[in-house]
């Protein structure tokens, strides 16, 4: 096999790289379905990577006679068995860490971890607030009372070739002159001379911030809150970051426009049975939003909102 990033179809170079990555020689014929559409910025890139590499393992460890066991990897994965269930916590931070040099072997983007940790380490019913200095991860219970759904704004995403690269590039600039963006003081931030890396480093931190209070917001169950900090996510990203488009807004804005969305940094609603709060989600240009919404006095079950955020697409 030549190097991952010219094997065709395209979405055979994660799948191509993630063996390279295992030192794989064992093979295996199987079939591939999902329920996440691709190109939408929902991290289709980094399940297909874990699948793989989770099928992979599973036939590299399969018994003496039925697979060809020097496929093993090295590290703490060599000698699993491919059943999530049964790694550890750093058997899944290695899977992620592996599988994240198989998207830049893949694409040649540098992206980051979160889409591979978040899926090797996520629990169903919890969102996942990780340190990705640490790889720490803490699962933090979504409440009964809200729903998250997604919004696709009808354009295709792509990493490669996107400015994903330059606004890294341009983050880690800020970094050499402030230390780690997530601890930056606030004051040197905007201190900086750069109006360009000032907008970017003020993203990045504030971003940080913003991803704790979100996960405090769920843990005492303040949903407006939580509303109100995907609208100030989604504003930082297309004022300071600059990755947010048309199509990514235009589903985002009809969220906010129907009866009882989040308006702003208030909470304010015409009507009482329903409330929201929307971001954009991926990093290339044409992605979804992720919106939460949830109940109130006298609204309908959690399994309404669905339907009625669909109800709302759809309407618009």
């Keep these: 096999m030549g190097s991952p990033g010219t094997v065709h179809p395209e979405w055979g170079r994660y799948v191509a790289a993630v063996a390279a990555e295992l030192g794989s020689v064992a093979g295996l014929v199987g079939t591939l379905t999902s329920t996440i559409p691709a190109g939408a910025g929902l991290s289709s890139s980094a399940a297909l990577e874990v699948a793989t590499a989770l099928a992979l393992l599973a036939a590299s460890a399969a018994p003496e006679g039925e697979g060809d066991r020097s496929s093993l990897p090295p590290g703490s994965l060599a000698g699993s068995a491919g059943d ?11 899977l992620a860490l592996l599988c994240q040099r198989a998207e830049h072997r893949a694409v040649g983007v540098p992206s980051g971890i979160m889409d591979q940790l978040s899926i090797c380490r996520g629990t169903a019913g919890a969102a996942t607030l990780i340190d990705c200095a640490t790889l720490e991860v803490t699962h933090v219970p979504i409440p009964d009372s ?35 963006l997530p601890s930056a003081d606030h004051t040197e931030v905007e201190a900086l001379g750069d109006p360009l890396l000032r907008r970017r ?36 990203l297309a004022s300071d970051y600059e990755v947010s488009n048309q199509g990514a807004r235009r589903p985002r804005g009809r969220a906010r426009r129907r009866p009882g969305c989040v308006r702003r940094t208030t909470h304010r609603c ?47």
């Excluded at 729903?147 to 590039?169: C, I, N, T």
């Excluded at 409330?275 to 309908?300: E, Q």
């Design 146 to 180: 809200a729903a998250v759904w997604v919004l696709h704004s009808g354009e295709a995403r792509r990493l490669a070739g996107s400015a994903y690269a330059d606004r890294r590039a341009r983050a880690e600039e800020a970094a050499e002159l402030l230390g780690p």
């Design 84 to 94: 999530p269930t049964d790694l550890d916590v750093a058997q899944r931070a290695e």
């Design 201 to 236: 480093a003020r993203h990045v931190r504030s971003e940080c911030d913003r991803a704790v209070e979100f996960a405090e917001a769920l843990g005492r169950g303040d949903m407006p809150d939580a509303g109100r900090l995907m609208l100030a996510s989604h504003r930082s």
């Design 270 to 316: 015409r009507l009482r049975w329903l409330r929201r709060g929307a971001v954009r989600s991926g990093s290339g240009p044409g992605r979804v939003t992720v919106g939460i919404a949830w109940r109130v006095a006298g609204g309908p079950q959690r399994g309404d909102l669905g339907a009625a955020a669909l109800a709302s697409a759809r309407a618009n």
